[in-house]
C-alpha cells in the first residue's frame, strides 16, 4: 500500500493556490462617491427659487444618494464672488432633506423668505449621502428682505 506524502510537488502547488485565492478578508469597501454636478437654479421674485436636483455625478454616472441641498450665503464684497468662494468662505443657512427632496433630475420650488441675511450671495450645493457635496451653483445675489 502507498503513503500518501507532502513532498509531492502537485500537493505543495494545490495547496498554495487555494492559500492564495482565499483573497482578502473582511467587507468589500464600497467605492468612493464621485460628487454630484451643479445644481440649476433660477430665482422667481425676490424670495423663491426654482431648483432642479442634478441627475448626473461628475463621472457621468447617475446620480443617487443625494441627501440634502443646501443653501450657502457669503455677505456682499467689493466684487461677485465666484461659486467656488461663496461655498468655500460662506455659512449654511438653509437645508432641504429627504423626504421632502425630489429625486435626481426632478424640480422643486426654494422658499428663501425666511432667511434674514443683509444683502450677499448665495450658491445652492447638493451633498450625497456621506457629506459628499456636490459642486456649487451659479452665483445668485441676494437682496435685502427689508426692500
Do not use: H
Not at 111 to 122: N, T
Not at 123 to 143: C, D, I, Q
Amino acid at each position: 500500500m502507498r503513503s500518501f506524502s507532502l513532498a509531492n510537488p502537485l500537493v505543495i502547488f494545490t495547496i498554495c493556490l487555494l492559500g492564495l485565492a482565499c483573497g482578502r478578508r473582511g467587507d468589500p469597501l464600497p467605492r468612493p462617491r464621485a460628487a454630484a454636478l451643479p445644481v440649476q437654479v433660477r430665482l422667481e421674485g425676490l424670495r423663491k427659487a426654482r431648483v432642479v436636483v442634478p441627475a448626473k455625478d461628475v463621472a457621468g454616472d447617475t446620480l443617487v444618494g443625494v441627501e440634502l441641498v443646501r443653501v450657502i450665503y457669503l455677505p456682499l464684497g467689493l466684487t461677485k464672488p465666484t461659486s467656488e468662494d461663496v461655498f468655500t468662505r460662506g455659512e449654511v443657512v438653509l437645508e432641504r432633506r429627504r423626504p421632502d427632496l425630489p429625486g435626481p433630475g426632478e424640480t422643486f420650488l426654494l422658499d428663501l423668505g425666511s432667511l434674514r441675511r443683509p444683502q450677499g450671495w448665495l450658491v445652492l450645493v447638493a451633498v450625497r449621502l456621506g457629506n459628499v457635496a456636490g459642486r456649487p451653483s451659479e452665483v445668485l445675489p441676494w437682496l435685502d428682505p427689508g426692500l
